[in-house]
């Protein structure tokens, strides 16, 4: 347990006071487009292209099927080399058709292979083991359910899951939080999960409670989701367990980063360079903890997801239910169409996604929101201009950095001093660059010199690491010649001393003054 | 049928605010200000912001051509202008036009582009090209006018032309008569020669706390600051350091010898205490950037401006404080970073 909490800190977690955190942006939300219309589940496309990577935290999936295989819903047909990240699962059952590279949601833009899948329309599922008893089950058991049914962080970010839950097995968390802060414009994806399932996501969190022995769970929403608030708040009464509670936090830009929601919680900081973990915490997605549930109480692995399009290119703005896998242009279609003069496609919300080139790329488990703007929303192609050093940045940054003196250091290379001054504690929430007056790429360049700084310690990890090898190779033949010299003159001494040893001395002695006796004799 | 899109960056959002717009906000919060000042001076200031704005342009647009720049992007963010009327408010209304030229080729020349141009240099340009000009032509920088109010024969629109752009006056005048020293002028002179504060004080060109017209003048120049601050062009740091420090070490030399020292208050609204305060000082590109930095130097402004104006050879120094503290930003700026999310807290392994 996390006795490291001053009493202070955990008094205040329990008094549930609404902290605040530094600077953040008051946006337009957008939200109501897309939540009147209730959720609906797309039926499988005609092809459905599985990306074998689904996320960046690790390498792309290895195939474990082969192309003319049938397979069934729920199936795994990848497997990720490390261990705890999990499998990837034939999101219905049907043929694979091939194994191809395609292009795919993925922030580098680069294509990636599929596996890609006719479905044969019955759904067959494959054999689903639900864990009945979960709620008496061991930990360890629902941490491996988690890993193996494929669980990533579903709002966004696509961390595995299995690896979040381990850390706080191993660790020990008193809190556990799920966030249904989506603090980004146009996202609808939790609000509506919480509207319309509430339950699932009620016993998601118990099941995750079970999972990592935590005292309490809070779930936090916004305070502008008021029929969420009474939607869970009955759903409670049903099946809560006590252990469960609502908070509304403000709404406001980016609340919903993992690391603004513990400090508007709990009034306290994520250490720079650590995790939510370090304080008792654990933050996990509501949309995680509903699939949870699915992969616990129902066995089903993570096959689909909500996803909201929305903006204002699409002609009828909603929440669907979609296989991973889908075509992004099919769900487009779902919604009506495109409307108006689209100029950008992105995966994500305005703040922090990313555009994709092309409405091909199916949708992976990161995909919270296809967004299709227009040019009336976009950022017009303003040429950027010399930082003025306004300190408008400043005063948005959530982690209360300097992005106007960060980007002076990361376009200058001046790398001791960016990180001095906290670059890898930015978030890339993008605050920053919004309102910057010069239409300075900020995050843009954040998101370089956090990379640089990564190769950086990576590279010098990697030397220190020779050096040390180095200088233990030195320090091994130094020593070896030390215990050689020691070895020599100890059996020197040994026989000089040894009566043995004296003897064998005087001869050798002997002989040598009779052959130069008998040399001398020789000689003319 | 699927579609293809053009790719970019986030935020995928259109930007609210532009550089244009700062320094466009800059200008209309001096308008009122401005508008004072001529209507307790007359109009001899829009000839020298007309004179300053148009040499401001033309060196603008020489330099950027020079270096190779975007001269339509450049020419229109305003800065250049800014400039310009923030020099043409530190000049006698009836300075030569040769003095405009001059001090506009310091500011935007050298000061400006010479250091990088927009967002490199490290000196505040217009105070740069006003230094420059008082300490070479002490004499034309020194000849203010007396107010409106005041003054024996009012000097119209044309008599200003006149005098600025051939040195005559009207028939009968001689400098000697039209001008005047300034309220903290006559103040140091009178100190120095031995005369109480309060004696000194009774002189017509006083008003209420500073000078007669002048007070008025800074009132509307803090109704400009208020609104840039609402704007969230400015933020209250630097006005609420270097006012508050005028004050607080004004008080105290006031409290400790009234005779020779003016109120705190005949400090703030004479001079340029005011303008700096929200125009000058406020300068992002040669002032601190942290909050707490921001402070320092107003702090720095206010008390460096108190000491010109006690000890030093001119009878206000806002514009000398300002280019101090210019220096000293880099050095503040270092050690008033702020500790960000999460910096030095313990992490449990």
């Not at chain 1, 990577?53 to 397979?71: I, N, T």
């Not at chain 1, 919480?194 to 929403?221: H, N, S």
């Not at chain 1, 030397?463 to 010299?485: F, M, P, T, V």
């Not at chain 2, 033309?58 to 190779?68: D, H, I, T, Y």
Request: charged letters at 20%; one cysteine or more.
């Amino acid at each position: 347990m996390a006795q490291h909490l001053s009493a202070a800190a955990r008094a205040r977690l329990a008094g549930q006071r609404i902290h605040h955190f530094h600077g953040g942006l008051r946006l337009r939300h957008h939200k109501k487009i897309s939540c009147d219309v209730p959720l609906e589940r797309v039926p499988p496309s005609e092809r459905l292209f599985v990306p074998l990577l689904q996320h960046g935290h690790s390498d792309a999936a290895r195939s474990l099927v082969e192309a003319g295989q049938a397979v069934l819903k729920g199936e795994p047909i990848g497997s990720y080399c490390e261990p705890d990240t999990g499998y990837v699962h034939a999101p219905t059952s049907g043929k694979v058709i091939a194994l191809e590279v395609r292009p795919i949601a993925h922030p580098s833009g680069l294509d990636g292979e599929c596996v890609v899948i006719q479905p044969d329309g019955e759904e067959r599922w494959t054999r689903l083991e639900p864990i009945e008893d979960w709620q008496h089950a061991d930990p360890a058991t629902l941490g491996e359910r988690i890993r193996t049914a494929g669980l990533v962080g579903l709002g966004g970010a696509v961390f595995p899951t299995a690896k979040k839950v381990e850390g706080a097995q191993a660790r020990g968390v008193h809190t556990l939080i799920l966030n249904g802060a989506e603090c980004e414009p146009y996202i609808s994806c939790d609000e509506m999960l919480m509207r319309e399932q509430p339950e699932k996501l009620i016993l998601g969190a118990r099941v995750l409670r079970r999972a990592t022995a935590a005292e309490r769970v809070i779930i936090a929403i916004e305070d502008q989701m008021g029929v969420v608030q009474r939607v869970l708040d009955s759903a409670l009464k049903t099946c809560g367990d006590g252990a469960v509670e609502i908070v509304r936090v403000t709404t406001i830009y980016p609340e919903g980063g993992e690391r603004q929601l513990v400090q508007v919680l709990t009034g306290l900081e994520v250490p720079s360079g650590g995790l939510p973990l370090d304080l008792g915490l654990l933050c996990l997605n509501v949309g995680t903890a509903a699939a949870a549930a699915d992969a616990v109480i129902e066995g089903k692995p993570l096959i689909e997801r909500i996803v909201t399009v929305s903006g204002s290119g699409i002609s009828r703005p909603r929440n669907l239910i979609a296989l991973l896998g889908t075509p992004i242009h099919d769900l487009v279609e779902r919604c009506g169409g495109y409307r108006g003069d689209v100029q950008r496609l992105v995966l994500g919300g305005p703040m922090m996604g990313y555009a994709l080139p092309t409405d091909a790329a199916p949708v992976v488990k990161a995909a919270n929101c296809i967004l299709a703007l227009t040019a009336d929303d976009l950022r017009s192609p303003q040429p950027e201009m010399p930082c003025i050093r306004c300190g408008e940045c400043m005063r948005v940054c959530p982690a209360v950095l300097l992005p106007q003196q960060l980007h002076w250091q990361v376009t200058n290379q001046q790398w001791e001093e960016a990180e001095e001054y906290g670059l890898m504690d930015c978030i890339e929430c993008g605050c920053c660059d919004f309102v910057c007056p010069s239409q300075i790429p900020l995050a843009d360049w954040f998101r370089y010199g956090k990379g640089v700084l990564v190769n950086r310690a990576s590279e010098k990890r990697a030397a220190d690491h020779a050096r040390h090898r180095y200088e233990a190779r030195q320090e091994r033949l130094e020593r070896l010649k030390r215990s050689r010299q020691d070895r020599i003159a100890e059996q020197k001494r040994q026989l000089k001393q040894s009566s043995e040893g004296k003897r064998k001395v005087a001869e050798a002695l002997e002989r040598a003054r009779k052959s130069r006796g008998e040399d001398e004799g020789r000689s003319p | 049928m699927s579609r293809d899109f053009a790719i970019g960056g986030a935020p995928h959002f259109f930007p609210p605010v532009t550089v244009q717009r700062v320094m466009r906000d800059v200008l209309l919060a001096m308008l009122p200000g401005i508008a004072a000042y001529c209507w307790c001076f007359g109009p001899g200031l829009l000839l020298q912001i007309v004179l300053a704005v148009g040499f401001a342009l033309a060196f603008e647009a020489v330099m950027l051509k020079l270096r190779g720049q975007n001269l339509r992007l450049f020419l229109s963010d305003f800065s250049a202008v800014v400039t310009a009327v923030l020099f043409a408010l530190c000049l006698p209304p009836l300075a030569p036009w040769w003095i405009a030229c001059i001090g506009m080729l310091f500011a935007i020349v050298i000061a400006k582009h010479l250091f990088g141009g927009l967002g490199y240099n490290v000196f505040n340009p217009a105070m740069v090209g006003y230094v420059v000009c008082l300490i070479s032509f002490p004499r034309v920088m020194t000849a203010w006018l007396p107010p409106l109010s005041l003054a024996d024969v009012p000097i119209t629109f044309l008599d200003s032309l006149a005098a600025i752009f051939t040195g005559a006056l009207p028939a009968g005048l001689g400098w000697d008569a039209v001008t005047q020293a300034t309220p903290l002028d006559t103040l140091k002179t009178g100190v120095d020669q031995g005369r109480i504060v309060s004696e000194i004080r009774r002189a017509p060109i006083f008003g209420d706390f500073g000078g007669l017209g002048w007070e008025w003048i800074a009132n509307w120049f803090a109704v400009g600051g208020f609104w840039l601050m609402w704007r969230r062009v400015i933020s209250w740091h630097v006005p609420a350091a270097m006012i508050g420090t005028v004050i607080a070490l004004g008080l105290i030399a006031y409290l400790a010898d009234p005779g020779s020292n003016p109120s705190p208050l005949q400090h703030v609204f004479s001079g340029a205490i005011i303008l700096g305060a929200f125009f000058i000082a406020t300068d992002p590109v040669t002032g601190c950037t942290s909050s707490r930095g921001r402070l320092w130097f107003g702090v720095g402004v206010g008390a460096i401006t108190l000491a010109i104006r006690r000890w030093g050879g001119y009878p206000d120094g806002v514009a000398f404080a300002v280019l101090i503290m210019n220096m000293a930003a880099p050095l503040i700026d270092r050690y008033t970073r702020p500790r960000h999310y999460g910096e030095g807290k313990q992490k449990h392994e």
